[in-house]
């Protein structure tokens, strides 16, 4: 399904990007940082001015990547989604890519329509280091045990109070409860990938989730520890925080297809 404006001048569309995140310090606008947020709107306004509205389905730390990021963009500017596609792809630098732009509901917000939003980590699994993926996946030397890690990682599933497993700062306020509808470890030759999907995540969740894995694997912590450490609501209980570079915001959902 696409959703259609239903007239007036001022236009609501979706734009759907990828990006590499090795050289942003994240999504959102910040002082003396360059961030996608800023490339992407110093990209629009050569082609429509400051006449525009911007917002992004999620916050992403810095160095973490994005198969898929959505953002919602209410402009006057007459300019066919098709066309400023083709335009944004001209200016963006080669880190980002618009994949799509459609019209949408005037109601459509690209983070407060969002249903749920997934998650994957790479490990590169092998005593050798691949120069390939330097920046891209984490490199794992001694060998995991994907199998058992995924059958730890069920306990994550459901809806929890996820204290123990998200760094606490201002952004981070009121109930800390979430709903992960799936997490999965699997293996693919020397590449190890967790995937999970949720109604939403934490500051740092996904990444301190992975790090408590990869202690389980180290035998630092139980195969069934988790939901304690879940009961605990305390982050020091938890894994280290994984580093950013295996990170990617890999689907956002929404209650059409994109």
């Excluded at 992403?60 to 500017?77: E, F, P, Q, R, W």
């Excluded at 944004?88 to 109601?107: E, F, G, M, T």
């Excluded at 280091?129 to 891209?136: A, E, I, M, S």
């Amino acid at each position: 399904m696409q959703y259609i404006c239903d007239g007036g001048d001022l236009k609501n569309l979706m734009v759907t990007i990828s990006y590499d995140g090795s050289c942003f310090h994240g999504w959102q606008i910040q002082q003396n940082a360059l961030t996608v947020q800023e490339v992407f709107q110093n990209s629009l306004s050569k082609i429509i001015g400051d006449d525009f509205d911007v917002k992004g389905c999620s916050r992403t730390d810095s160095g973490v990547h994005a198969n898929m990021y959505c953002i919602s963009l209410k402009t006057h500017h007459p300019i066919e989604p098709i066309r400023l596609k083709a335009a944004l792809n001209r200016w963006l630098p080669k880190s980002v890519a618009v994949l799509d732009c459609q019209k949408a509901d005037d109601s459509f917000h690209a983070r407060y329509s969002c249903l749920s939003k997934e998650y994957i980590y790479k490990i590169w699994n092998s005593e050798v280091r691949n120069p390939f993926l330097d920046g891209y996946a984490l490199h794992y030397r001694y060998k995991i045990d994907e199998q058992m890690l995924n059958r730890a990682a069920q306990a994550y599933v459901g809806k929890h109070d996820f204290t123990s497993f998200c760094t606490l700062d201002n952004r981070e306020q009121g109930d800390l409860t979430r709903c992960v509808k799936a997490f999965s470890v699997e293996r693919e030759r020397d590449m190890v990938i967790m995937k999970v999907e949720a109604d939403g995540f934490l500051y740092n969740m996904v990444r301190i989730m992975v790090g408590t894995l990869l202690k389980i694997q180290q035998g630092k912590l139980a195969a069934d520890s988790i939901p304690e450490i879940i009961k605990k609501k305390n982050r020091k209980y938890a894994g280290p925080t994984a580093q950013a570079c295996g990170l990617y915001l890999n689907k956002v959902n929404y209650e059409f297809n994109i």
